[in-house]
């Protein structure tokens, strides 16, 4: 070919999410040589290392109206934690949320740092490199003794159980009404209320989702409790921590108000599960290692293996040696930590970015005699209990 010659391409540009996943391509234009014959032969197609990713909905008012102002505000400089959480996206387009806190708000605080974590539309973490990158660009717009610190994304999971009340004269069958349920949670699970760093999760709100989600409904019982997955170093000493930075409700000031999944430790042979004990002070405790004999007969093994702040929700544990775990998040190697927070509505507070787990989901439905008129004077009703279960340990 030619040199200085011109080469005119026309492209379709993707509507949105509907443009994701590709990964092969077949040619359907038409190409003639100088004299005007179409050639055919030979014509090499396009290949791809990556399906096509990236595309999402035009951007929402609401986001508008809340980026447009801090965009300006930013004036392309990175002096607070606002500027650096409207720069990266321009950065790095990758990027679903962001959230920035400067080093000062930790405890004990690191003074001239910025704090960064990103959820990226794809995937869950940011390779060294990606991270790397960024940090690069932020240069351009940082102002001179900021250091910037990416961190790994952190989930902090709500598990919500619900049973729904309904009017059995007004609904055909309660199957439809959970799958109504259920198809509602998910579209607000995936909602860009939640979807986001510092998301709350509004109680009254999900209650009123519920209960609008058919006529037939009449009221709801919901319960909720939030974990987080400890990553272990199976086979050797190390110390945790583990942060919810929502206030943990102490149910009972003789303990056992968190609850782990089950795990091996050095030198004993039974499955052991984290405990908790208040001391005095209702605001602190410490933790102890125990295993269970049946479901209601719990055996302390090991008392004092570390701390546990309830006002912040934050457990640091001693040294300790792991070997085996029972619950693995993609071949990692994880301990489920579940608590209940002492208000319903709860945070994704600096770098935890807050979802339903759908998975855990619990839907029940529970026909309401008083209301379909079997039962008007409530001698039989159904009563669901506003309280998680007893249960010692994670199941």
């Known amino acids: 070919m030619d040199e200085n010659n011109y080469i005119e391409v026309s492209y379709l540009i993707s509507n949105g999410k509907e443009g994701n996943g590709f990964s092969s391509f077949n040619f359907s234009g038409i190409l003639v040589d100088g004299r005007g014959v179409s050639i055919s032969d030979n014509v090499?197609?396009?290949?791809?290392?990556?399906?096509?990713?990236?595309?999402?909905?035009?951007?929402?008012?609401?986001?508008?109206?809340?980026?447009?102002?801090?965009?300006?505000?930013?004036?392309?400089?990175?002096?607070?934690?606002?500027?650096?959480?409207?720069?990266?996206?321009?950065?790095?387009?990758?990027?679903?949320?962001?959230?920035?806190f400067g080093g000062e708000e930790l405890s004990p605080p690191q003074y001239g740092?910025?704090?960064?974590?990103?959820?990226?539309?794809?995937?869950?973490?940011?390779?060294?490199?990606?991270?790397?990158?960024?940090?690069?660009?932020?240069?351009?717009?940082?102002?001179?003794?900021?250091?910037?610190?990416?961190?790994?994304?952190?989930?902090?999971?709500?598990?919500?159980?619900?049973?729904?009340?309904?009017?059995?004269?007004?609904?055909?069958?309660?199957?439809?009404?959970?799958?109504?349920?259920?198809?509602?949670?998910?579209?607000?699970?995936?909602?860009?209320?939640?979807?986001?760093?510092?998301?709350?999760?509004?109680?009254?709100?999900?209650?009123?989702?519920?209960?609008?989600?058919?006529?037939?409904?009449?009221?709801?019982?919901?319960?909720?409790?939030?974990?987080?997955?400890?990553?272990?170093?199976?086979?050797?000493?190390?110390?945790?921590?583990?942060?919810?930075?929502?206030?943990?409700?102490?149910?009972?000031?003789?303990?056992?108000?968190?609850?782990?999944?089950?795990?091996?430790?050095?030198?004993?042979?039974?499955?052991?599960?984290?405990g908790d004990i208040p001391n005095l002070n209702g605001k602190t405790g410490s933790l102890f290692l125990f295993y269970l004999n049946s479901d209601t007969d719990p055996v302390i093994i090991r008392k004092s293996v570390g701390i546990i702040n309830y006002d912040i929700g934050e457990i640091i544990t001693n040294p300790i040696k792991i070997i085996s775990t029972d619950k693995t998040d993609g071949g990692t190697s994880i301990v489920e930590i579940s608590a209940i927070p002492e208000s319903n509505d709860v945070l994704g507070i600096q770098d935890l970015y807050l979802q339903i787990d759908t998975n855990k989901l619990e839907v029940n439905t529970v026909p309401d005699n008083i209301e379909s008129g079997s039962d008007t004077s409530g001698s039989n009703y159904i009563i669901s209990s506003s309280y998680l279960n007893g249960n010692l340990v994670r199941k």
């Open 44 to 100: 090499s197609l396009i290949t791809t290392n990556l399906s096509s990713s990236g595309g999402s909905e035009i951007e929402s008012i609401n986001s508008i109206r809340n980026f447009a102002p801090r965009a300006y505000a930013s004036q392309n400089r990175a002096v607070t934690a606002s500027d650096y959480e409207t720069l990266i996206p321009k950065i790095y387009s990758e990027a679903e949320s962001v959230s920035a």
């Open 113 to 274: 740092k910025v704090f960064i974590t990103i959820k990226p539309f794809f995937g869950t973490f940011l390779s060294n490199t990606v991270k790397d990158n960024i940090k690069s660009e932020l240069r351009k717009y940082s102002v001179a003794g900021i250091i910037p610190e990416i961190l790994d994304l952190k989930y902090l999971y709500l598990e919500l159980s619900s049973n729904i009340y309904y009017n059995t004269n007004s609904s055909s069958s309660s199957d439809l009404i959970r799958s109504k349920v259920i198809s509602n949670i998910e579209k607000y699970a995936d909602s860009e209320e939640l979807n986001k760093y510092g998301a709350r999760f509004k109680y009254s709100k999900y209650q009123k989702l519920i209960d609008d989600s058919d006529a037939s409904i009449t009221s709801n019982i919901t319960k909720l409790q939030m974990r987080r997955d400890l990553k272990v170093s199976t086979n050797q000493f190390a110390q945790y921590e583990i942060c919810f930075r929502n206030q943990f409700h102490i149910k009972n000031t003789t303990g056992y108000n968190i609850k782990s999944s089950g795990f091996k430790v050095s030198g004993i042979s039974n499955t052991v599960y984290f």
